[in-house]
């Protein structure tokens, strides 16, 4: 696989940012923060807009930042964070949550955020201390990256971060926006966005970094709801098509649908089960890297299967074992196994690990999909 850099990631990541607002979506009454709907609207927008704007300078950038940290990451699967590799993504995300969350909302005469700089350094959900702190973030670096947000039209008045950054002894100071006043109220919406999903830890990647607006309908937190027509954007078009229509076929077959936003490396994880059966049929993951299905192998044992439709090369992956199951022949392997027939013999893989294949192949997605017809058949 091409290794990735900083223009790549921040490509990638801009195709995760929610493309639109649904005309018909609805804020809670304590995130409305006295604003009409109009406003509220352009508020979101305006967060949108100014992420696209920051993916791409950050893209343009790339050679100023994290340029050792970034050689050595690794796209694949479960491999390097992004925000380990690339800290400057998340730390800025730290910056502009902490200002946002923190900060009271004027919108007259003027829009502003009134902020303390030690309010700054406190995280609002503890476990994410070691995460989501500006405490972790370094003088130097926070003189840096307050910098680059002022470079992009942020005004912080009444706060000198002209040569060093120290929040402990910033008293009151304001956040104004040169361009799109209207940002500033998004940047408060989206920060009170994330901090009502509930969640012991701040997602700042998996949410306010994709200007995730929905959890803004709920009075009270909630889990966080992704969706995958948002997670699958940044694919090729091919694959992006075909996965959409299966999510369609899956659900209307009768599966209910889970999704998860991966923090660390911004991927999406999306399993559907059988509501007949209670058992998974497949999941799709999808990252920087690509796209690929994990299936279950309910149907294997029927005398109906897939397995002499498949060519040798699926089923040479299949007998892969890449997900460290229990081993061959342990009680719990044992229990936990699925069985099949291949040229006459008898075959096993673990119901954790399943059958994962990329979904970079026509052909092969023509089968994959008999596959889950024969699965949801079981």
């Given at each position: 696989?091409?290794?990735?850099?900083?223009?790549?990631?921040?490509?990638?990541?801009?195709?995760?940012?929610?493309?639109?607002?649904?005309?018909?979506?609805?804020?809670?009454?304590p995130f409305r923060y006295d604003l009409p709907d109009d406003e509220i609207r352009a508020g979101i927008s305006a967060f949108r807009s100014f992420l696209y704007e920051l993916y791409d300078r950050l893209a343009a950038d790339g050679h100023n930042f994290d340029s050792k940290a970034g050689a050595k990451y690794d796209?694949?699967?479960?491999?390097?964070?992004?925000?380990?590799?690339?800290?400057?993504?998340?730390?800025?995300?730290?910056?502009?949550?902490?200002?946002?969350?923190?900060?009271?909302?004027?919108?007259?005469?003027?829009?502003?955020?009134?902020?303390?700089?030690?309010?700054?350094?406190?995280?609002?959900?503890?476990?994410?201390?070691?995460?989501n702190s500006l405490r972790k973030i370094t003088d130097k670096r926070k003189h840096e990256l307050f910098g680059y947000l002022a470079d992009m039209g942020f005004v912080f008045e009444e706060a000198n971060f002209s040569e060093k950054v120290s929040l402990e002894t910033t008293g009151t100071f304001y956040v104004t926006?040169?361009?799109?006043?209207?940002?500033?109220?998004?940047?408060?919406?989206?920060?009170?966005?994330?901090?009502?999903?509930?969640?012991?830890?701040?997602?700042?990647?998996?949410?306010?970094?994709?200007?995730?607006?929905?959890?803004?309908?709920?009075?009270?937190?909630?889990?966080?709801?992704?969706?995958?027509?948002?997670?699958?954007?940044?694919?090729?078009?091919?694959?992006?098509?075909?996965?959409?229509?299966?999510?369609?076929?899956?659900?209307?077959?009768?599966?209910?649908?889970?999704?998860?936003?991966?923090?660390?490396?911004?991927?999406?994880?999306?399993?559907?089960?059988?509501?007949?059966?209670?058992?998974?049929?497949?999941?799709?993951?999808?990252?920087?890297?690509?796209?690929?299905?994990?299936?279950?192998?309910?149907?294997?044992?029927?005398?109906?299967?897939?397995?002499?439709?498949?060519?040798?090369?699926?089923?040479?992956?299949?007998?892969?074992?890449?997900?460290?199951?229990?081993?061959?022949?342990?009680?719990?392997?044992?229990?936990?196994?699925?069985?099949?027939?291949?040229?006459?013999?008898?075959?096993?893989?673990?119901?954790?690990?399943?059958?994962?294949?990329?979904?970079?192949?026509?052909?092969?997605?023509?089968?994959?999909?008999?596959?889950?017809?024969?699965?949801?058949?079981?």
């Amino acid at each position: 696989m091409k290794r990735k850099d900083l223009a790549d990631v921040c490509g990638y990541l801009k195709g995760l940012v929610i493309p639109h607002t649904p005309e018909d979506f609805s804020v809670a009454s304590p995130f409305r923060y006295d604003l009409p709907d109009d406003e509220i609207r352009a508020g979101i927008s305006a967060f949108r807009s100014f992420l696209y704007e920051l993916y791409d300078r950050l893209a343009a950038d790339g050679h100023n930042f994290d340029s050792k940290a970034g050689a050595k990451y690794d796209p694949d699967p479960g491999e390097d964070s992004i925000y380990k590799c690339f800290p400057v993504i998340h730390q800025l995300a730290v910056i502009l949550f902490s200002l946002g969350i923190h900060g009271a909302l004027e919108t007259e005469p003027r829009r502003e955020l009134t902020v303390i700089g030690n309010d700054l350094l406190t995280t609002i959900k503890p476990k994410s201390e070691k995460y989501n702190s500006l405490r972790k973030i370094t003088d130097k670096r926070k003189h840096e990256l307050f910098g680059y947000l002022a470079d992009m039209g942020f005004v912080f008045e009444e706060a000198n971060f002209s040569e060093k950054v120290s929040l402990e002894t910033t008293g009151t100071f304001y956040v104004t926006y040169e361009g799109d006043s209207d940002l500033i109220a998004g940047l408060k919406l989206l920060a009170a966005a994330q901090g009502n999903i509930k969640s012991d830890y701040d997602k700042l990647a998996a949410g306010f970094m994709r200007c995730d607006f929905y959890p803004l309908a709920h009075a009270a937190p909630k889990a966080q709801a992704v969706h995958i027509s948002e997670f699958i954007n940044p694919q090729p078009q091919e694959i992006k098509d075909w996965v959409l229509y299966m999510d369609a076929y899956l659900t209307r077959s009768g599966c209910k649908a889970e999704g998860e936003a991966n923090n660390f490396t911004g991927g999406g994880y999306f399993s559907y089960t059988s509501r007949k059966t209670k058992k998974t049929v497949c999941r799709f993951d999808m990252g920087i890297w690509g796209c690929s299905i994990n299936l279950k192998g309910n149907h294997l044992s029927e005398a109906a299967n897939i397995i002499a439709e498949l060519p040798e090369s699926m089923v040479a992956r299949m007998m892969t074992n890449d997900r460290g199951c229990a081993a061959e022949g342990t009680p719990k392997c044992q229990q936990e196994r699925y069985r099949f027939l291949y040229n006459g013999e008898t075959h096993y893989r673990c119901r954790y690990a399943g059958f994962t294949f990329a979904l970079d192949n026509p052909a092969e997605r023509e089968l994959i999909q008999k596959w889950i017809a024969y699965e949801l058949a079981v």
